[in-house]
């Protein structure tokens, strides 16, 4: 619409464009008129060519009040009826959790080729296995993640580029979060924020509806209690105690995975997904953290020296020639039209004769064309010029708060830096997110 590829929008009643009172009523006075676009709705016989101007009054207003909370008493009305079936356990997702499958009656059942993967994981947990050791152990035997399960049955929901058979100790330990491998029924733990929108949020534990003995478990509740009381469990209470200049920018670049960063005394970036395959090329790759840092504050400050030494006079020069062609132009342009002026003063002072007021103007009229030919061209590329100085001023700016951070902020990396992978061998590779600050280095 923006664009001018669209002056008519025709739906079958003002439910289908909208059900927001606000919203509906913003485009339908604000947006459609001023960008010339017409609107129909067949069921409401409203057209807004034939109102001349006009919104369609407490009449149309009316009914966009009217959809509005119709639409929120339908959704009260679903969510009963939804949460009435949670109660009696009829509702079930599309997906079931890894080591289940669809019955013939659209229950649970426990599946026989991974079910027995998740009683091992428990047990294993029982006998002071941490997720990491249970990661390795399930490695050790050749089990497909979930991920890979699922691809090979047909579902392709999920990239497994970088599984490599490789299970992730989140999956082990939401595996062994997860409550319904006793049988019981979980559902409802979030809801929808607002009618209509797609963000949720996560219920208190006691709002959930919870049903024991649903379905067949897979480990007995005297298993899942053990593992639960033998797990650790950590708090972060402060959220900035963990921020750092390369948070969520440090990855592997043999298998692509992020480097979590140990804190240490010495922090250090290192490849967790491949320490229990001792035949990967990455297997036990770190870097430390104030090695990363040196280096690529080393590598910004080089480039920022460059930017703050180049000459800018030339460039600026340039820019006033431009200006002051383009002023000069618009002189002769005045003066074309003061000519026309003048000629047809003395057409209407019957000083000149028509024949001679036609053949003048139209020498004027050519030379006019042909001043605000370049006129034009001009302003093109003085504008385009102007935009390079202001983005050559701006680099020139970061590049003097590089030199003058005296090492690698937060700041300068997220303005900055997009990613760093790290080969082994010391090898790494940066991508920028400015290129024209620094292109790609490695």
Same mark, same amino acid.
């Given at each position: 619409?923006?664009?001018?590829?669209?002056?008519?929008?025709?739906?079958?009643?003002?439910?289908?464009?909208?059900?927001?009172?606000?919203?509906?009523?913003?485009?339908?006075?604000?947006?459609?008129?001023?960008?010339?676009?017409?609107?129909?709705?067949?069921?409401?016989?409203?057209?807004?060519?034939?109102? #001349?101007?006009?919104?369609?009054?407490?009449?149309?207003?009316?009914?966009?009040?009217?959809?509005?909370?119709?639409?929120?008493?339908?959704?009260?009305?679903?969510?009963?009826?939804?949460?009435?079936?949670?109660?009696?356990?009829?509702?079930?997702?599309?997906?079931?959790?890894?080591?289940?499958?669809?019955?013939?009656?659209?229950?649970?059942?426990?599946?026989?080729?991974?079910?027995?993967?998740?009683?091992?994981?428990?047990?294993?947990?029982?006998?002071?296995?941490?997720?990491?050791?249970?990661?390795?152990?399930?490695?050790?035997?050749?089990?497909?993640?979930?991920?890979?399960?699922?691809?090979? #049955?047909?579902?392709? !929901?999920?990239?497994?580029?970088?599984?490599?058979?490789?299970?992730?100790?989140?999956? &082990?330990?939401?595996?062994?979060?997860?409550?319904?491998?006793?049988?019981?029924?979980?559902?409802?733990?979030?809801?929808?924020?607002? &009618?209509? !929108?797609?963000? &949720?949020?996560?219920?208190?534990?006691?709002?959930?509806?919870?049903?024991?003995? #649903?379905?067949?478990?897979?480990?007995?509740?005297?298993?899942?209690?053990?593992?639960?009381?033998?797990?650790?469990?950590?708090?972060?209470?402060?959220?900035?105690?963990?921020?750092?200049?390369?948070?969520?920018?440090?990855?592997? !670049?043999?298998?692509?995975?992020?480097?979590?960063?140990?804190?240490?005394?010495?922090?250090?970036?290192?490849?967790?997904?491949?320490?229990?395959?001792?035949?990967?090329?990455?297997?036990?790759?770190?870097?430390?953290?104030?090695?990363?840092? !040196?280096?690529?504050?080393?590598?910004?400050?080089?480039?920022?020296?460059?930017?703050?030494?180049?000459?800018?006079?030339?460039?600026?020069?340039?820019?006033?020639?431009?200006?002051?062609?383009?002023?000069?132009?618009?002189?002769?342009?005045?003066?074309?039209?003061?000519?026309?002026?003048?000629?047809?003063?003395?057409?209407?002072?019957?000083?000149?004769?028509?024949?001679?007021?036609?053949?003048?103007?139209?020498?004027?009229?050519?030379?006019?064309?042909?001043?605000?030919?370049?006129?034009?061209?001009?302003?093109?590329?003085?504008?385009?010029?102007?935009?390079?100085?202001?983005?050559?001023?701006?680099?020139?700016?970061?590049?003097?708060?590089?030199?003058?951070?005296?090492?690698?902020?937060?700041?300068?990396?997220?303005?900055?830096?997009?990613?760093?992978? &790290?080969?082994?061998?010391?090898?790494?590779?940066?991508?920028?997110?400015?290129?024209?600050?620094?292109?790609?280095?490695?």
């Amino acid at each position: 619409m923006r664009e001018g590829r669209i002056n008519c929008i025709i739906v079958k009643d003002f439910t289908r464009f909208g059900r927001n009172s606000i919203e509906v009523g913003y485009f339908m006075e604000m947006v459609f008129p001023l960008y010339g676009v017409r609107f129909i709705s067949i069921n409401d016989d409203f057209d807004s060519d034939k109102l #001349h101007g006009d919104t369609g009054g407490i009449n149309v207003a009316f009914k966009y009040l009217v959809s509005e909370f119709y639409s929120r008493d339908l959704s009260i009305k679903y969510k009963s009826a939804k949460y009435v079936k949670f109660r009696r356990g009829e509702y079930q997702s599309k997906l079931c959790p890894y080591g289940y499958q669809k019955g013939a009656d659209g229950r649970m059942e426990p599946n026989e080729e991974t079910a027995p993967n998740v009683r091992m994981i428990f047990e294993l947990a029982r006998d002071g296995r941490k997720p990491n050791e249970i990661v390795k152990a399930l490695f050790e035997r050749n089990i497909p993640t979930p991920a890979e399960y699922k691809a090979a #049955h047909g579902f392709n !929901g999920h990239d497994i580029s970088r599984c490599c058979g490789i299970w992730s100790t989140s999956s &082990v330990v939401h595996i062994l979060d997860d409550e319904r491998y006793t049988g019981t029924y979980i559902i409802g733990k979030r809801e929808v924020t607002e &009618v209509g !929108g797609h963000r &949720v949020r996560m219920k208190d534990e006691s709002q959930w509806v919870k049903i024991p003995d #649903h379905h067949q478990a897979i480990i007995s509740r005297e298993l899942f209690d053990q593992v639960q009381a033998q797990r650790p469990r950590f708090k972060c209470p402060k959220k900035n105690a963990r921020a750092y200049p390369l948070r969520s920018k440090v990855f592997c !670049g043999c298998c692509g995975h992020a480097m979590p960063r140990r804190a240490t005394k010495n922090a250090t970036f290192f490849c967790r997904y491949t320490l229990v395959n001792e035949a990967a090329d990455c297997h036990g790759l770190t870097v430390t953290e104030a090695e990363l840092e !040196g280096m690529l504050y080393e590598i910004l400050s080089k480039q920022a020296q460059v930017i703050l030494n180049v000459a800018n006079l030339a460039n600026a020069g340039r820019l006033d020639v431009q200006l002051a062609r383009q002023a000069e132009y618009n002189k002769r342009i005045e003066s074309c039209l003061d000519q026309k002026r003048v000629l047809y003063e003395q057409l209407i002072l019957k000083q000149i004769t028509m024949e001679d007021y036609k053949s003048q103007k139209a020498a004027v009229d050519s030379e006019l064309d042909r001043l605000r030919e370049i006129h034009s061209d001009l302003k093109v590329r003085t504008s385009q010029m102007e935009m390079d100085e202001k983005a050559k001023s701006a680099r020139t700016e970061l590049a003097q708060e590089v030199v003058g951070a005296g090492g690698l902020t937060a700041g300068l990396a997220d303005t900055l830096i997009d990613r760093v992978y &790290v080969y082994p061998n010391n090898q790494v590779k940066i991508v920028w997110k400015m290129k024209d600050f620094c292109m790609e280095a490695a």
